[in-house]
């Protein structure tokens, strides 16, 4: 009885032991934070797509750009200053989750688009793509005001948007924005 006991008090020591030492090696050391604060820091999006990238994307001399931010989410928009007015709009969402993507990309009207990003789809108005990194999602616009709203426009808009992303991925994530890992539907 009393081998039974001794026994039992050494695992009992033993597995105190051990989860002292997982709960110090998981401890914050304060750097963890600072680091996790680092990651998830929102990009601006009208220094990752620039009005002169937004007049080679539209092809017209734009207006000062259109910028906003809540947590999370940050928005830069430029509109062209011509008659015919266009505009280039960027979403960046971070953080941004596979299951976020999902919900965009199972939308009535989306379509995978390959090529760009983790994932990408297109909803005849938006492209979402999924970065490489997967913790961000951007949201390009770019063509007619609204892009989109007449079918002979969707072509010439959704390459104005791959512009727009590819430009901001490039920046974003300091290099190739392509990825093989595209989804298919």
């Known amino acids: ?49 620039t009005k002169a990238d937004a007049e080679s994307v539209l092809g017209q001399p734009v207006q000062a750009p259109n910028k906003s931010e809540q947590e999370g989410t940050a928005s830069c ?8 007015e266009r505009i280039a709009n960027l979403i960046i969402v971070k953080p941004c989750s596979m299951a976020d993507y999902m919900n965009y990309a199972e939308g009535p009207m989306a379509q995978p688009i390959a090529g760009i990003g983790m994932h990408a789809s297109w909803d005849k108005t938006t492209l979402l793509v999924h970065s490489k990194s997967g913790d961000t999602c951007v949201y390009a616009a770019g063509g007619g005001n609204p892009p989109g709203s007449d079918p002979a426009d969707d072509k010439p808009a959704l390459e104005q948007a791959k ?11 300091g290099g190739d924005s392509g990825s093989g890992a595209n989804m298919s539907r």
């Open 77 to 84: 928009s430029y509109m062209t200053s011509g008659q015919n």
């Open 1 to 49: 009885m009393k081998l039974r006991l001794s026994i039992s008090i050494v695992f009992t020591m033993a597995a105190i032991a051990l989860l002292a030492a997982l709960v110090s090696a998981c401890g914050d050391s304060g750097s963890s934070t600072s680091t996790q604060a680092a990651a998830n820091a929102m990009p601006d999006p009208c220094a990752l797509f």
């Open 163 to 173: 512009k727009v992303a590819t430009s901001v991925l490039e920046r974003l994530e």
